[in-house]
């Protein structure tokens, strides 16, 4: 299973950017799939998160400016920023849970990474 980032780059202030995450390989079904970031010096933390049947949840650093989106056929996970600010500059990783075949628990894959820097 593999999951492939793309969209990153460098933007300004207010700018928008959408970050891509399509998973493939091996897989059953998918149940949650997020996003996560992780700027210089600071854990990684969560983003937002999209889960079948369930509003999805967001940072309160995000809220309203982020919106997370699913493509469940294509297995591709989507996070629309709008008006970005420096402090969203990070590294951005997709994460989701995946079960493989019929019979195995759900297992966290994560993403290579995507650089996402805004100026000021």
């Known amino acids: 299973v593999q999951l492939v980032e793309s969209g990153g780059g460098l933007v300004q202030t207010g700018d928008a950017l959408r970050l891509s995450c399509a998973a493939s390989?091996?897989?059953?079904?998918?149940?949650?799939m997020g996003w996560y970031r992780q700027a210089p010096g600071n854990q990684r933390e969560l983003v937002a998160v999209?889960?079948?049947?369930?509003?999805?949840n967001y940072a309160d650093s995000v809220k309203g400016r982020f919106t997370i989106s699913r493509d469940t056929a294509k297995n591709v996970v989507y996070l629309q920023m709008n008006d970005l600010k420096p402090e969203d500059t990070a590294v951005y990783y997709c994460?989701?849970?995946?079960?493989?075949?019929?019979?195995?628990?759900?297992?966290?894959?994560w993403g290579q990474g995507t650089q996402v820097t805004v100026s000021s």
């Open positions: 994460n989701a849970a995946i079960k493989r075949r019929v019979g195995v628990p759900f297992t966290s894959y």
């Open positions: 390989g091996s897989i059953f079904s998918i149940n949650n």
């Open positions: 999209i889960t079948p049947g369930v509003s999805p």
